[in-house]
């Protein structure tokens, strides 16, 4: 018989219904029969895209010996850390407390009944084996720990709660905001730069698009050409490695080495939609046609596989398929050989290196870029062009023949945060590269969320089958009204701006610290946690305080709303202090910092509908962090003040910085040197 985890949404949680182990989500009723039979809790996180979680639960929550002493000893919790971000982060952390180790997934912990964990790691085999304890012989410790050392275990819980209290942020007095904190981040990222390969530090080696993104707009504002050089770099690199999926487009979630050749094969929805925004900001600052074709194939990847019909953005695809990591991905020669002519096959080899020692396992290749296409087609000699087509040519047979092999799983809930920066992503890049259809898909994207997670004034974090629930966080909000202000600049419709209204006011009535400043992860009306967490430091994802502050000082400036630029500073100085002394892992801060020292450019232009189209063009031309360009086109009513700019019959432009708006301008090379004079 199905467990109760037959009846959640969370793919996750439904992977493990037919287990033998009694699970219970996370909720009341399992939390009381803890407290009523002082019973110790098995709380084990993961996600459905996790390889490692995948193999915990075939050693050991399917075998029925190790279920039956779960079951005796424990009250069993399983959580998706993506619906429930709030106790994947507290837990995280006490693991790191508890263990002085990073953690990860699955994470395995052992709680009190007031849910304070005692003993903790991620993945355990079911017998011992690299250094790691058998789960029965640890559950068997854990309970005798549990009956004999109760005293010992609250005193260690005291310690930790109180520990929980020295992560959150302090400010320490008046902030006197300069630009020596995104210095001395430059230079701290130039430390770590890989000059060969791209990317920062060593193997495993992670996207992390929010640096990029810094290091790109500090690029702009200061002409330091090393910043730049460091994330365009890294953006080749990783287009030409294995990381891409070279045929279906996207990326994969983090290299296994140091070269972006072999990937973890999980492809997540929430690293793809900034890397679309940075390919598409690449190929403006260089015209690469590389970084352009990187960013269609990303885009197509997600309209392709990753677009529910209802409008919404699936989270995710697994590593495995066929219960063998990569397998859907991975290539032998003879495969490739036998679907390509023979001159298609000669380009490939030399291109995706197949006449090089296999770099995958049991004598596989995972495509990579092993030699760039000019260099292989003058050893074949060929003209460049006839290179081009032969290989397009190649990609396509190859793709139409992976689509016949069995699919790895997709994670098929809509979750607000990871759609909020596919939205973000699809809108930017759609404005800028002239793709209408990914902007509508941004749009059904927004359309879907405001339809069925927006409910009686609040989002709802996750949906699927036909259910939202889950009161939303700190990321959901942030990020939806982030990702509105990048829509509304590729089509303005004025339903987006109330909604992003309606969201910023919603963050300061729910989650701002009136007090210290910043915002807490959870609401105000939020389940109490043992820790309400208030992260500004970016992961995987950007911060939600950092994207909290930089929006709201966007939509501030844009509407001229003090309420809103009050909130973005004193979330900058409740974290200037930790920024200025270890700028590790506070981008998008920083990006917020730059804005904040100086405001970004509003361009405001009106016209009767299509006229404005090639002054909007002209202006996307240029790489342009530092501006917001909005087209209001023909009469729309409920405009704000500050946008109810008057309508003529040719295209009329306002720049708008801080509190000050600049005459109308009617002529496009005038608007053009007065936005981008001292650029060149």
């Not at 994330?231 to 990381?243: N, P, Q, S, V």
């Not at 020669?333 to 296999?358: M, N, T």
Request: glycine share 6%.
């Amino acid at each position: 018989m199905p467990n109760r985890l037959a009846q959640e949404t969370s793919p996750y949680l439904q992977q493990h219904a037919d287990n033998p182990v009694d699970w219970y989500p996370w909720g009341e009723e399992a939390l009381r029969l803890a407290r009523e039979q002082n019973k110790p809790i098995l709380l084990s996180i993961g996600y459905s895209a996790c390889h490692w979680c995948h193999v915990m639960a075939h050693e050991s929550f399917e075998d029925p010996e190790v279920a039956a002493v779960m079951n005796k000893h424990f009250i069993n919790i399983k959580v998706d850390r993506e619906e429930r971000p709030d106790l994947d982060h507290i837990y995280q952390t006490a693991h790191y407390m508890l263990t002085q180790r990073n953690g990860g997934w699955p994470l395995t912990l052992f709680l009190t009944p007031d849910q304070t964990p005692f003993v903790g790691g991620t993945y355990f085999p079911k017998e011992a084996r690299h250094n790691l304890p058998g789960f029965i012989t640890l559950m068997e410790h854990v309970v005798e720990l549990y009956r004999t050392r109760q005293e010992d275990i609250a005193s260690q819980n005291a310690s930790l709660l109180q520990a929980f209290d020295t992560t959150l942020p302090s400010a320490q007095g008046q902030a006197s905001f300069d630009t020596a904190p995104l210095d001395a981040a430059t230079e701290a990222l130039q430390q770590s730069f890989d000059v060969t390969h791209g990317g920062f530090g060593s193997a495993p080696k992670f996207p992390h698009p929010t640096d990029m993104d810094f290091l790109l707009r500090y690029a702009a504002r200061s002409g330091n050409t090393s910043a730049q050089h460091m994330a365009l770099h890294t953006l080749r690199k990783m287009a030409d490695g294995g990381i891409h999926d070279q045929l279906g487009g996207g990326f994969c979630r983090y290299s296994v080495d140091e070269r972006w050749a072999i990937p973890h094969f999980e492809k997540m929805l929430y690293d793809n939609g900034p890397l679309l925004s940075l390919y598409t900001d690449a190929f403006v600052l260089t015209g690469e046609a590389a970084f352009k074709h990187t960013a269609h194939g990303i885009a197509g990847w997600v309209m392709r596989t990753m677009q529910a019909p209802h409008g919404g953005y699936y989270s995710s695809l697994d590593a495995d398929s066929e219960h063998e990591e990569g397998k859907f991905y991975v290539w032998t020669p003879h495969q490739i050989a036998s679907l390509l002519h023979v001159d298609e096959y000669a380009l490939v080899a030399a291109y995706y290196g197949l006449d090089q020692p296999p770099n995958f396992e049991q004598k596989h290749w995972n495509l990579i870029v092993a030699k760039p296409l000019a260099d292989v087609a003058a050893a074949l000699k060929i003209p460049l062009e006839q290179a081009e087509h032969l290989l397009a040519c190649a990609q396509q047979k190859l793709f139409t023949a992976r689509t016949q092999r069995i699919k790895p799983g997709r994670d098929e809930k809509i979750l607000v945060s990871w759609n909020a920066l596919m939205i973000k992503g699809m809108a930017h890049a759609g404005n800028i590269l002239g793709q209408p259809v990914w902007i509508a898909s941004a749009q059904q994207a927004v359309d879907f969320i405001h339809a069925r997670m927006w409910h009686n004034g609040r989002l709802l974090a996750t949906y699927k089958d036909d259910k939202s629930h889950l009161n939303a966080y700190l990321d959901d909000y942030a990020f939806l009204l982030d990702a509105l202000l990048e829509l509304m600049q590729a089509e303005f419709r004025l339903s987006d701006l109330e909604f992003a209204r309606t969201l910023a006011d919603t963050l300061l009535e729910q989650f701002e610290d009136k007090q210290a400043g910043g915002f807490f992860f959870t609401s105000h009306d939020h389940e109490q946690l043992i820790h309400r967490p208030k992260p500004g430091h970016d992961s995987a994802m950007p911060s939600g305080n950092g994207i909290a502050a930089f929006a709201l000082q966007r939509l501030g400036y844009l509407l001229g709303d003090t309420r809103y630029l009050d909130a973005a500073e004193r979330t900058l100085a409740l974290y200037y202090p930790a920024m200025s002394r270890h700028t590790g892992g506070f981008s998008s801060l920083l990006i917020t910092l730059q804005e904040h020292l100086i405001p970004p450019q509003i361009v405001i232009l009106r016209s009767t509908p299509g006229l404005s189209d090639y002054w909007r063009r002209q202006l996307l031309s240029h790489y342009a962090p530092d501006k917001l360009i909005l087209a209001l086109e023909g009469e729309i009513a409920r405009l704000p003040a500050a946008l109810a700019k008057p309508l003529t019959k040719d295209v009329s432009a306002w720049i708008c910085q801080g509190t000050q708006c600049s005459p109308p301008l009617d002529d496009i090379r005038k608007l053009l040197d007065a936005c981008f004079a001292t650029k060149g």
